[in-house]
C-alpha cells in the first residue's frame, strides 16, 4: 500500500524415515516503510524444532534499515533480539550489502 509493505511465511516440515523423526515449523511477519532511498523495517520471527525431549522454540525480533543504492545494490543494517525458550536472551547487529542478478 503506497510506501507500506508486508511479507510473511509460514513454514512447516515433517519427516519420520523409522522414527529419526523431524518437526519442524516456523514463520516471520515483516511491516516495512520506504522513505525515498531508505526502507526501515520491523520483523517478528518465530521458530520452534519440536522434540519429545525438549521443547526450544526460538522468537526473534528484528528493527531494520536498508539503503538502495539502486534497484539491485541495497545495503542493510540489522538490530536482532533473540529470546530462546529455556536459554539467555542475546541480542546481533548485522551489517551487509546485498547485490541482486536478474529480475
Excluded: C
Aim: proline share 4%; glycine share 8%.
Amino acid at each position: 500500500i503506497k510506501d507500506v509493505g508486508f511479507w510473511g511465511e509460514y513454514a512447516k516440515a515433517e519427516f519420520n524415515p523409522a522414527a529419526g523423526s523431524y518437526d519442524r515449523e516456523g514463520y516471520y511477519a515483516q511491516l516495512m516503510y520506504d522513505i525515498g532511498k531508505f526502507t526501515t523495517f520491523y520483523r517478528y520471527d518465530y521458530y520452534e524444532p519440536k522434540s519429545t525431549v525438549t521443547k526450544d522454540e526460538t522468537t526473534v525480533d528484528t528493527i531494520g534499515l536498508n539503503y538502495h543504492f539502486a534497484p539491485e545494490i541495497v545495503a542493510k543494517l540489522e538490530h536482532h533480539w533473540f529470546n530462546p525458550e529455556g536459554s539467555a536472551n542475546y541480542m546481533q547487529i548485522i551489517l551487509s550489502m546485498a547485490v541482486y542478478f536478474g529480475e
